[in-house]
């Protein structure tokens, strides 16, 4: 079996201590806030960054471009290593079209190796989940094909359930109008949202008031997990720095289901700039999405 590496874009949210601990290899994506750019050396500290949104900035985002894919990729090639990408979902980002188109050039310069992108059609800790259980295999010995297989395959597996608490930032981003946005906040209405089998965000109810949302979350969960109930371990939840409500919907998941596995953290600032401070973001196996 080859040797091979498994990587990823930071629109994953994984905590950096999972990159180094497992050797992913990953890309990241810039944003620009308050009339400044920022690159991974100087990405603010996400309290920082959230703060300033709570403030009024609005940040504006940029996907993967072809070279910073390249710039990812081709030391493992160079190492002799095969590479297995899981990309942020194409349906939100052509972060993974990017890295397609970067695959193909490599793979005219490396014929040697094997380069396989997947799309992951998820985002946030869902995304980071399927790096999670690829890992996972990989460490247990599984091929890169094999592991890229189980991840083709459950991808629509993947659940994402979460809520904001702002209309406002889905406004910004096309997802809302303007009049919802306006009337939902003047009556706490909070939407439910996930990521549908084309990788894209809908809505699909809404709730008055943030602790309904946050249980809808978990209701979600009982709905959606099927056959996964029985078997399900491990939950990732991300938030929009708001730690508390992510601490509270484990401990009602905790509450009906048998977990061994939390993975919490911040929604990164590529998504949140997007989806905006308060949003809580839970992630599992389920059925069906």
């Known amino acids: 079996m080859g040797e091979y590496v498994i990587t990823t874009d930071n629109n994953s949210d994984l905590p950096e201590d999972f990159y180094r601990e497992h050797q992913v290899g990953c890309t990241y994506l810039s944003y620009s806030i308050d009339g400044q750019t920022h690159t991974r050396e100087d ?29 990812l990729m081709e030391p493992y090639l160079q190492a002799g290593k095969d590479l297995l990408h899981i990309a942020f979902s194409s349906g939100l980002s052509g972060s993974y079209d990017s890295c397609r188109a970067a695959a193909r050039e490599l793979s005219e310069r490396y014929p040697e190796r094997k380069i396989q992108v997947i799309d992951s059609l998820s985002a946030s800790l869902g995304q980071g989940l399927l790096v999670h259980y690829a890992v996972k295999m990989k460490e247990e010995g599984h091929s890169m094909e094999e592991v890229a297989q189980w991840v083709e395959d459950h991808r629509k597996n993947l659940v994402h359930l979460f809520t904001v608490d702002d209309l406002d930032h889905l406004h910004r981003g096309g997802r809302v109008s303007k009049a919802t946005a306006i009337v939902g906040g003047m009556l706490n209405i909070k939407p439910v949202l996930h990521v549908d089998d084309d990788g894209k965000l809908v809505a699909t109810g809404k709730v008055r008031g943030r602790k309904k949302s946050l249980q809808a979350l978990v ?3 009982r709905e959606q997990i099927g056959s996964y109930g029985s078997r399900c371990d491990t939950i990732f939840i991300s938030h929009g720095d708001c730690e508390a409500d992510a601490r509270s919907v484990e401990k009602k998941v905790r ?12 929604v990164g600032a590529t998504i949140g700039a997007h989806s905006g401070p308060g949003t809580v973001a839970l992630f599992f196996l389920g059925d069906k999405r």
């Open 43 to 71: 990405f603010l500290p996400t309290e920082e960054f959230y703060a300033r949104m709570r403030a009024g900035a609005m940040p504006t985002t940029a996907q993967v471009n072809p070279e910073a894919a390249r710039e």
């Open 219 to 221: 209701d979600g969960m």
């Open 255 to 266: 509450e009906i289901y048998p977990i061994q596995t939390v993975v919490i953290n911040h």
